[in-house]
Each structure stands twice: as C-alpha cells, then as structure tokens.
C-alpha cells in the first residue's frame, strides 16, 4: 500500500551502522526499505519496514530494490549508500581478485545506487537526500588499508563532481559523511584480512594496531543515525560532515600537511608555466572559483 510518508533506503542495513538507520527510521516514523545480502538476518517486523536481498555491485538487482520501493511505498525521499567493509593488509599483500572485490562493493556498489537514486529523484519531481557514507580515510589515508582508502577517496570525488552538476531546481542534495571509527563490526567480523606479505615481516606496526582497533572506537552509531536523518531534513545540507573527534583531527591533519606542501613548493608548481602566460587571469581564476 502506498504512502505519504517520507521513505528512507538503506544499504548494508543488516548491522552497524546500517541497522541502526533502520531502528532510528522506523522510530522516527519513516518508511525504510532495507537492502542486504542477507536481510533474513534482520530481526525487526514492522508494517513500514520493506527488507530487500540486494546485492549492490548487480546494478539489475539495485534497480529491483527501487522499483520494489516505489511499488510499495510510492515514493523514496532519503537514500542512505552504506554498504561496504574493510580490506586490510599492505598493498603487496592483496590479490588481484581482493582488490577489485573492495572496489566493487565499496565503490561500484555505491555508483549503481547513486546512479539510480539520481535518476529516480530526478523524475519523480519531488528530489531527495543522497548521504554518501565514506570515511576519514577518504580524505586522511591511513597504512594497511589502501584499497579501502582507495574506494573512499573514489566516492568523494565522484560525488563531489556530481554535485557540481545538478541543477538546483532538482532539489536533489548529496552529504558526504566522514566517520572516524563507529562502535560497530567494521573493524571485527567485517573486517577482511589479506595474507601477510613475507617482505612486510620487519615492519608489522599497523596489522597489530587494526587487529586490537576493535572496541575503541569513539562513535555511536545510533546518536549517528540520528544525526544524518537531521541532516537529510534541511534545506541546504552540508556537502561534507564529519563525525567525531577522531575524524576531525585527522583531517585537520590533512591539511595542515596539504597546505604545508602547497606553499613550500610554489615557486616549483609555477616554473611550468608558458613565457606569454598572463599573471593576471590568476584573480579571474579565484573570483570564478569563489562562485563554484
């Protein structure tokens, strides 16, 4: 039966994160339509509640998942990208086929969902929320996890360009979210561990640090959850919001390193430059920039 109620989908909804959208969803008074591989492991029964088996790296399966939403709800207002694990061990050490499995979910996963969601927002007239769920390490990578980082890094800079361009009269807002470390599984029974590599034996710092992560962490994914409907109900949502303490230095971190660099290497940056080339189109460069 199809409803006025404002419906929310969501990915990896099985746990984490993911569970707690739908919890604080359903609470809320929200539709929510939960997309997993395995969403017979999901213990909720509620008359709102449509729980989907998706596998979003099949974009047949994902444009299932919209249609199945749209029949029975009628509309979907929020769409929640959260989907994904992480893959740790030093580059050398991954397969060619564990690289491209992280990618495949963590990235083309959420290229087929966003790509459908756009185009249902875009339709329907009525447009929506898109929250990107990406991560600190989107931005601040850290060791023993470069395919993750890489699949994070990725996300935000196809949804930063997809941003740039929607027509606004769309009234379509993409959020990308920037968590540190979240109480959840992440970093225990979701976290895939490549073979060591015996040229990385000597240096072992990092696999220690994201083996004994789990437990630590700072965020709670339901005050999260809550968050990020707030967020999906303004007018103008933030392009990027950050979650936690640790997040925030790191990426304060970041740049502070980047603008660092960037100044101590001017004057190298700017050798390359042709001999005709005018200094002065710099100011109309930063003046077009500002209105980006």
């Known amino acids: 039966m199809k409803s006025t109620i404002s419906t929310v989908l969501v990915t990896g909804a099985s746990r984490g994160l993911g569970f707690a959208l739908i919890t604080v969803g359903l609470a809320q008074g929200y539709n929510v339509v939960a997309c997993s591989r395995a969403p017979e492991s999901i213990n909720i029964e509620h008359s709102n509640l449509l729980k989907l088996k998706v596998n979003v790296t099949d974009i047949d399966s994902v444009e299932r998942a919209f249609k199945s939403a749209q029949r029975i709800f009628g509309n979907i207002n929020i769409v929640i990208n959260n989907a994904g694990y992480g893959l740790a061990g030093e580059f050398e050490s991954y397969t060619i086929e564990e690289m491209h499995r992280q990618m495949d979910v963590n990235f083309w996963g959420v290229t087929y969902v966003t790509k459908e969601a756009l185009n249902y927002m875009r339709e329907s007239g009525t447009g929506g929320r898109i929250l990107q769920i990406s991560s600190v390490a989107g931005y601040y990578p850290s060791p023993c996890l470069s395919m993750y980082n890489a699949s994070k890094f990725a996300i935000e800079g196809l949804s930063q360009t997809i941003m740039r361009e929607l027509d606004q009269s769309w009234n379509i807002a993409i959020t990308i979210v920037q968590p540190g470390g979240m109480q959840t599984e992440w970093a225990a029974s979701n976290m895939q561990w490549s073979k060591a590599h015996p040229a990385y034996e000597n240096d072992q710092s990092w ?49 502070q390193d980047i603008k660092q660099e960037l100044e101590k290497n001017v004057a190298l940056s700017t050798s390359v430059t042709r001999d005709d080339f005018d200094p002065d189109t710099v100011e109309i460069l930063r003046q077009n920039l500002q209105s980006m």
């Open 207 to 255: 696999r220690p640090f994201w083996k004994n992560y789990h437990g630590s962490e700072e965020t709670d994914p339901n005050k999260a959850a809550n968050l990020l409907y707030t967020i999906a109900q303004l007018d103008k949502p933030p392009q990027k919001l950050v979650l936690g303490y640790d997040s925030l230095e790191l990426i304060r971190k970041q740049h």
